[in-house]
């Protein structure tokens, strides 16, 4: 069986850094996706892990750890624009499997 | 870039009718999805493609097929429409199934059925 969570609403304010969990539990895990997903618009990818660790990319980074079921994203100096839905997937096989995503609202 | 494309951005239907929903890439990709999407559950696999008429059940595959004759072209069909599958519907591709391979979406098809 599958079930991954993270939260449903944050919200932070410009400049300032939040971060985003994800907890999973999926058979056949083979990775761990994070897709930023404006209002009315399509996920476009942010970033992937599959070993533990921090993987990096500019303000965004994200976290794994494979022994807790447990990833991260990290999103630093906030932008009015990084107003957003984060979705955690984690890939099964072929699929990606996500969660119901985490809305993040940034005031300024 | 790829390109996922999907035939309508909004559809408007009558119950029982049979509805197509066409979606086509332009990368060569192995793999597609289909998900639907709704407020509180997230994107929820539907079925998904991994060769020319090959086939998966994603999550919740009741009331729906799926058809891909080509490569490029992956079809989802709601046999007989309800009020319940009104839902944005969003395909995907990916290359293969590789470790970190990222899928791509298109840009959706909000169905309404009435």
């Known amino acids: 069986g599958q079930n991954i969570d993270q939260p449903t609403e944050m919200t932070a304010t410009e400049g300032a850094i939040v971060q985003i969990n994800c907890t999973y539990q999926?058979?056949?895990?083979?990775?761990l996706f994070w897709y930023q997903q404006h209002a009315g618009e399509a996920p476009t990818f942010l970033s992937y892990n599959v070993l533990d660790g921090l993987e990096e990319k500019g303000r965004f980074s994200s976290f794994l750890s494979r022994s807790k079921g447990y990833s991260y994203l990290l999103l630093k100096e906030l932008q009015m624009k990084d107003s957003a839905s984060y979705l955690c997937a984690a890939q099964k096989g072929t699929a990606l499997i996500f969660g119901k995503g985490t809305t993040l609202s940034v005031s300024s | 870039d790829v390109k996922v494309t999907q035939s309508s951005r909004y559809l408007v239907k009558r119950t029982g009718e049979k509805v197509f929903l066409e979606c086509v890439q332009d990368m060569d990709h192995e793999n597609m999805f289909w998900y639907r999407q709704d407020p509180g559950l997230g994107l929820r696999l539907i079925y998904f493609s991994y060769d020319v008429k090959m086939k998966e059940k994603g999550d919740i595959p009741e009331g729906y097929s799926v058809s891909r004759e080509k490569k490029e072209r992956f079809s989802l069909i709601l046999e007989s429409a309800s009020t319940n599958q009104t839902s944005m519907y969003l395909c995907a591709s990916r290359r293969d199934r590789g470790p970190g391979t990222e899928a791509f979406f298109g840009q959706g098809t909000r169905l309404t059925v009435v």
């Open positions: 999926t058979s056949g895990f083979n990775g």
